[in-house]
């Protein structure tokens, strides 16, 4: 999703570009597309967490399919989540109606001026 617009710029674009490149998981990719980003391959439980132990700083998620992957398996640290004010009929939803229970503290919370509420939440274990 993000591919089109962060995919080929560098950090004299944007201070945020190299954010935006980094590990790709995926089970139908052959190749890396992004420049300065590697393959993982297909969502692993174990790999990830080798991942996690080799990555210096924070593994930032923007996949639906894999967050819940990763809170299914006990590997997420923390939730950012950026709630918008608007509704949708339909569409995918963060916790889908078969997730197992879990419970979360709140870290954070900050509101802006057009509505959008930022909150940061770290899974009780």
Known sequence: MFEPS?????VED????PFFTTHVVSGSLTEATWRNS????????DGIRKLKDEVDGDLYVSSITLVRALLADGLVDEL???VYPLTRETGP???PDDAAQAKFSLGACESYENGVVYLSYRPQV
């Open 38 to 45: 590697e393959l993982v391959g297909p969502y692993d439980r």
């Open 14 to 17: 944007d201070p945020g570009a």
């Open 93 to 95: 939803r963060l916790f």
């Open 80 to 82: 950012h989540l950026f």
């Open 6 to 10: 962060w995919s080929t710029r560098t």
